[in-house]
């Protein structure tokens, strides 16, 4: 076992002995791996500093957010936005720096101004040197603030059907922005509804009575001088969500709204004075701004709130003892049953899992962008399958784990008060936001669809996609159920599922008498492969990086069990995709049980330092239930008492049971 | 939507019962709303002179919309417990004064560290016979009673469940009436600490509460005395049968398996009649965009959820009859039915619940960014339902109830008794004893397009899943000493045993209710719906059926093609189906659902309300954004 040493504060506030003692069992350092986790110890020293920095002051205190309405919510997030330029200053970070990941990862969006960096951002990529020159500078000092509208009413994940219209007017030399009915309105943007002075607006652009399709334009929504809206633009706050309470999200409608010539972005394509439209490079190019989006989100979107829930859900778990495992003992600690930790090791297993991924959809998306700066377009259509299906496929395995460590901690994980339910309502947005993700998984099948075919006539195909060509029919050669903790074995089955319902879609396709209804019969199906192609990619790359571990201080060894872990489950899961025309046999899939059933009662030993690993502070867990020192029911009985239905005297009673009882009282 | 009927107009416009968008308000408004519904109601049933409790339940429903509010565990728990546990001179004492609401009631059980074990609830009702008073106490932080509804503000009494000793033993849990509030100025009594749990997931209207007890005195005469009773020199008098409250657990359970049904029902609704109104995408090049719901990955998403809807309907209608049924037999003192009804209903409950739970998040996915909204409704159906998963026995513990009563069954059989009702599938077992092979392995000839052949497959898979967990249990029973160890270490498998075999029900009562429907075109698509419930179910769970050998590699692909014919099939009568269900767009309570379909310009009427567009300026303008602009 690894002494690991245990925080101060804790210390002294004395952490819950049944916590204490998960924390004495440890197999690896749990410092170790936090820095592992982190990219090396000095990242995790500066993060550390950073957390501190933000945690010691009180205009970030996030203790009351359960408590405010949607305008307390917004109002706070606004403050706490402003805040944070002035504490950028004090501290000299800067919008580049290295800090500010750190800095919004502990914020974890609880803050206002998130789409004005999107505003930013789209402009940076997608105007041209002029343009940037001229907004970046405003837009940095907060002179301006953006947004950044797409999505209308009407129109989501299909952006060639948007309604907006902008219609170039030479003798102006100006757009003319409409909104032309209801379901064109733009809906959903964030900072839209109340704070943005300016948006970018996607519209269909004519020039001369022709469509030219989808473009984005820059329009100032509201005056500078008093924030009222600009003549012909309705815009406001589209109401209370399931979460973002503090994002206003509004709505916006145009009419015959002017703005000039040069506020078309057009580093790819500008409208010239006398109305010749002209493009230079890929119109792919729009795309990949979503593309690198969908990429950026995973990290602190939708992996965060898992590893958050896990540290929850894991801690409280080794807290609360309910019924007797042996008689005369005592209550057992709920992280002792096998349903408990079948629930909730996984989850973690996948966290890790996803966090490895992550790394890795970077380091592609770092290297994809080099060759698109040098407007070498080859690799885009990979990277664009691969961020429609890991975004798909991470949201909706993180939105489901979320909800099972949610409900795995009974009643209590339904108080707000857990932090559950936030992180719940939040990650689960993702799999909407930036893509729906049925669409986006059938934007990947069609790109393996497609290399399939081409590797089927011997064309050259993507290296992340060649297995797919491999196809050798055979049985899985496992005798025991040691044989599945071996990668090579768990790994060939994985691959040989993906290719094989690779394979037998392909046929069904081209056996379809009008190819669009073929695929509209096949998409079922489709979304099935496209995921079981992100399955085994994710498992590879769990595998290649285990293996690239060292071990010392244990930690090889410990992430080899969550990768086994993670591996094993999902063929537990899934197991008729996996016996299906007999590659596993039902005497094996047995096997694969039992290893699976076996390595829960092994990783359980290590499930709270793994969780520490994570290395959240109490303040950015919010939750009463997941504190590192485990003290769940007093926190929660005094967080309780602060609730504003206990502080505040209820009229309720004064005005409508009094009246109730007196009415009886007096005729008694 | 449809027209309402006379009666429920006169309830639902009533001015008294108006309020603004309940999406709008913050807690303590709703809090307060829902007070003043109650209290108006109240004096309304009593001009009224409704008396009926299944008129009082009709109104409520219409009141509240069919939302939780604070008197719900008055009138669902408290009264209902003074009815059935309370002496006629309790009776006396309390009921009146509690139907005429001088006494508001709550049940308070659930402890801040002890949930589903009920036996690990740790307050403490001590008698002290100098003064024949009992003497409560909350000796811990976990033992505070937590999440009683109406038990935050409300309440002025609470029957509170507490280890009784009496002579220096414990007795084991009993049920007080507590006093807490006084009467009059509803302050706490001395010796009482009470209040409001804070914000939760949903239930914003609800006052969940905690209370924890000092050295609090109650006369002896407040203990419920039906059954078990304490003497005034501190005697104690045991209850004659404790099997009866098998019966209160089976009624409840029954209640959330019709709440599954409705619920899911609810978002089938919402989500099928948005998909038929929103266009994406296109299908066709050149053609306009389609419904979405002629997508199949969309299809495949919600029909064999309203299929479920249906099935649960009518499971929720079985139990509920057969509780009736034996509830004469158990006033008679027949219990016999009763464990394998509550070992039924416990998996059920369960299983109904997590599958409503996940569908309704399912239907509000299907409705991309708008079901995220709070106009679509969704977001409310989720939250209020989704703690039936853990309220009234947490679900992983009620299949395992289940499991033990199928592994007795089990035994039974392997020792050549016959076993009867919905396990007599595991008396086949005693005649494979004579063959080495799985049980399942006998051929079992499965027609895919007949519902009685789907009952044969999935009974084999359950049966094949009893005996593998039964066997595994056994395994570890011979490596292990401790019985509790060995169920754990197997409790996965008897999950998935307890899992099977609810979905076997299901799918039997689904096709026995079939031949029950007379009108030939409703029973046409019944079927509809039964093949794809039931063909779904395989669908998702292939790896069970191929293991067992009940389906080939072969039959595996007919039914994943059998299933999307279905879905075509059944899309023109979709929206029909969930017209069936007949809820009002008041008791919808979504833009998006609603019955006539105008959407768009409806969620915009909507967002116009909304409390941060209460002025066109926002004052955080003039607040934070003026002068940081200012400044910089």
New interface residues.
């Given amino acids: 076992c690894f002494r690991n040493p245990v925080h101060m504060d804790s210390v002294l506030s004395g952490v819950n002995p049944d916590l204490a003692s998960e924390r004495l069992t440890a197999s690896f350092s749990v410092e170790k791996l936090t820095a592992r986790l982190d990219g090396g110890a000095e990242h995790t020293r500066m993060r550390r500093a950073i957390v501190e920095a933000i945690e010691s002051d009180p205009a970030f205190s996030r203790e009351n957010q ?2 405010q ?3 307390e919510r ?2 706070a997030a ?2 706490r936005a ?1 805040h944070l ?1 002035k504490k950028m200053r004090e501290m000299g970070w800067t919008e580049n720096g290295p800090e500010i990941k750190y800095i919004y990862r502990w914020l974890s969006g609880d803050i206002a101004f998130l789409l004005h960096r999107v505003f930013m951002r789209s402009i940076s990529v997608l105007g041209s040197d002029k343009q940037v020159a001229k907004w970046i500078p405003l837009a940095t ?3 301006i ?1 953006g947004s950044y509208a797409q ?1 209308e ?6 952006l060639q ?1 948007l309604e907006t219209t902008a219609v170039f007017d030479i003798a102006t030399q100006e757009f003319l922005l409409n909104t032309p009915k ?2 064109a ?1 733009k ?2 943007p964030g900072d839209m ?3 943005a002075t300016h948006t970018v607006v996607f519209a269909q652009l004519y020039v001369h009575g022709k469509c030219y399709g989808v473009h984005p334009f820059i329009v100032q929504i509201r005056s500078l001088q ?4 600009r003549p012909g633009v309705t815009v ?7 979460n973002f309470e503090h994002t ?1 999200n509004g ?1 916006l409608m145009l009419q015959n709204v002017r703005v000039p010539r040069e506020n078309m972005l057009s580093r790819f394509c500008e409208v010239q004075p006398d109305g010749t439209y002209v493009r230079w490079g890929s119109q792919k190019i729009n795309y990949f701004t979503m593309t690198t989006v969908r990429i950026s989100i995973l990290s602190d979107e939708v992996i965060l709130p898992l590893m958050k829930a896990c540290t929850i859900a894991i801690r409280y778990s080794a807290v ?8 005369g003992e005592q ?1 057992a600690k709920i992280l ?5 930790q ?2 909730l090791l996984p989850q973690l297993a996948a966290a890790y899992a996803f966090h490895f991924i992550n790394i890795y959809l970077h380091e592609l998306f770092d290297r994809g962008y080099q060759e698109i700066q040098g407007r070498n377009f080859d690799s885009l259509p990979e990277l664009h399958a691969f961020s429609s299906g890991f975004k798909a496929m991470v949201t909706q395995y993180c939105t489901s784990g979320v ?1 099972i460590c949610l ?1 795995a901690c ?2 209590h ?5 857990s932090g559950l ?1 936030s992180l719940y ?1 939040r990650v ?2 993702s ?3 930036e893509g ?4 986006l998984f ?1 934007q990947t099948a069609r790109f393996l669809i497609k290399c399939f075919m081409a590797a089927s006539a011997g064309q050259p195909i993507p290296p992340s996609v060649t297995y797919l060509s491999s196809a050798k029919p055979g049985k899985c050669p496992a005798k025991d159920k040691l044989d599945f903790l071996s990668p090579d074995v768990y790994l060939k089955a994985y691959e040989q599922m993906a290719i094989r319902s690779v394979t037998k879609l392909q046929h069904l396709i081209q056996s379809g008498a009008e190819k ?1 209804e073929a695929w ?6 489709l ?1 099935k492969a496209a995921q079981a192609h992100c399955h085994y990619i994710t498992v590879k790359i769990f595998v290649e990086t285990v293996e690239k571990l060292d071990n010392k201080a244990g930690i090889q060894k410990v992430m080899k069990h969550l990768c086994d872990l993670f591996a094993l489950h999902g063929i537990f899961s ?9 590659y596993l046999s ?1 005497a094996q ?1 047995d096997l694969v049980t039992a290893s699976y ?1 076996d390595l829960l009662a092994v990783i359980r030993m290590d499930a709270v330092p793994l969780v520490d690993a994570f290395d959240f502070t109490d303040k950015s867990l919010n939750s009463a239930l997941g504190s590192y020192d485990g003290q769940v ?2 926190r ?2 005094e ?8 502080q ?1 005297v ?4 004064g ?7 007196q ?3 007096s005729k008694l | 939507g449809r027209r309402l009927g006379e009666r429920e107009a006169l309830v639902i416009n009533d001015p008294d019962f108006q309020h603004e968008d309940l999406n709008f308000l913050s807690r303590s408004q709703r809090y307060e709303q829902a007070i003043r519904k109650s209290s108006l109601m109240v004096m309304k049933l009593r001009e009224h002179g409704i008396a009926d409790p299944d008129e009082i339940y009709w109104f409520k429903s219409f009141v509240h919309r069919g939302r939780p509010e604070p008197l719900d565990l008055h009138l669902g728990m408290f009264l209902p417990t003074l009815l059935t546990q309370a002496t006629p001179e309790q009776q006396d004492r309390f009921f009146m004064p509690a139907w005429n609401l001088e006494i508001i009631g709550t049940y308070a059980q659930t402890e801040m560290g002890h949930g589903t074990h009920l036996r690990g609830l740790e307050t403490t009702a001590t008698y002290d016979p100098a003064t024949q008073e009992f003497i409560l106490n909350s000796p811990t932080v976990t033992s505070i009673k937590w999440w009683p509804g109406g038990l935050g503000k409300t309440s002025n009494h609470a029957i509170v469940l507490a280890q009784l000793y009496t002579q220096g033993q414990c007795k084991g849990l009993h049920a007080f009436i507590v006093p807490i509030r006084q009467l009059g100025t509803h302050e706490p009594l001395p010796g009482i600490t009470v209040g409001d749990i804070g914000p939760k997931f949903g239930y914003d209207e609800m006052d969940n509460g905690y209370l924890k007890m000092d050295n609090f005195r109650i006369p002896r005469e407040n203990m419920l005395m039906k059954y078990a009773q304490v003497e005034p020199d501190g005697t104690y008098v045991k209850p004659l049968n404790d099997k009866l409250t098998y019966g209160t657990m089976v009624f409840i359970r029954s209640i959330i398996v019709g709440d599954s049904a409705r619920s899911l029902s609810r978002a089938c609704t919402i989500a099928i009649r948005y998909s038929a109104v929103r266009h994406q995408s296109e299908l066709k090049a050149g053609e306009p965009e389609p419904q979405i719901l002629d997508y199949q990955t969309q299809q495949y998403k919600l029909f064999p959820l309203l299929a479920t809807a249906y099935a649960f309907h009518f499971v929720g209608a079985y139990i509920k009859d057969t509780y009736r049924r034996i509830s004469g037999d158990i006033i008679e003192g027949d219990l016999s039915e009763l464990p394998e009804l509550h070992a039924l209903t416990a998996g059920l409950k369960a299983f109904t619940s997590w599958t409503a739970n996940a569908g309704i998040e399912e239907c509000r996915m299907a409705c991309g960014g708008h079901g995220y909204s709070r106009c679509s409704g969704l977001p409310d159906i989720y939250v209020t339902f989704t703690p039936s998963c853990t309220y009234e026995g947490e679900n992983t513990v009620m299949m395992l109830q289940t499991a033990r009563f199928l592994v007795k069954s089990y035994t039974q059989v392997s020792s050549g008794q016959r076993v009867t009702g919905m396990v007599s599938y595991l008396n086949d077992l005693s005649r494979q004893r004579i063959q080495p092979q799985h049980v399942a392995a006998r051929p079992v000839t499965v027609r895919i397009n007949d519902p009685i052949s789907l009952v044969e497959a999935y009974k084999a898979r359950a049966a094949r899943l009893v005996e593998a967990a039964a066997k595994n249990l056994q395994a570890e029973l011979n490596h292990r000493k401790s019985k509790e160890d060995a169920w754990n270490r197997t409790s996965v498998d008897l999950v998935r045993a307890s899992e099977a075999h609810c979905h076997y029900v299901i799918v039997k009562l689904f096709t026995a209710k079939l031949s029950e429907i007379s009108n030939a075109a409703v029973r046409a698509v019944m079927t509809e719906l039964c093949l794809l419930y039931a063909l779904y179910g395989i669908s998702k769970n292939t790896g069970d059926f191929l293991q067992a050998g009940i389906l080939t590699d072969t039959q595996v692909n007919q039914v994943n093609q059998h299933v999307k014919e279905l879905l075509a099939i059944i899309r023109p009568n979709a929206v029909a189906l969930v017209d069936s269900f007949d809820f009002h767009d008041v008791h919808l309570g979504s833009v998006l659902g609603r019955y006539d379909g105008n959407v768009y310009e409806n969620m915009f009427e909507w967002a116009k309300k909304s409390p941060l567009n209460k002025t066109e300026v926002h004052e955080s303008f003039h607040k934070h954004l003026k002068p940081m602009q200012a400044k910089l």
Wanted: proline share 5%; with cysteine; net charge positive.
């Fill in positions: 359960y408590f309405s949607q305008n917004y109002e606004v403050r402003v330029q000092e907060h002179q603030i999505t009413l009407g129109h989501g994940t299909y059907g209801i379901s309105m809906w959903w509804g109340r704070s008093d924030h009222s809206p406001g706050d589209i109401g209370p969500k399931m206003d709505y609360r003892r309910q019924s007797k495992l042996k008689p209550e002792d049953y096998q349903t408990q079948q629930k909800e409900r009974g009643g994980g339904y108080s707000l008060l339910p309502t689960l947005a799999c909407i936001y729906e993700n049925t669409v059938l669009h509209n019969q096949c998409t079922v199906q979304v899934n197991a008729g995709d996996f016996l299906y025309d007999g039902g899939m059933l029911y007093q929660l009985y967080w309780a008492q602060k609730s504003p239905t206990n505040q209820s009229p309720a009673y005005k409508y049971l009094k009246p109730l009882l009415n009886r009282l």
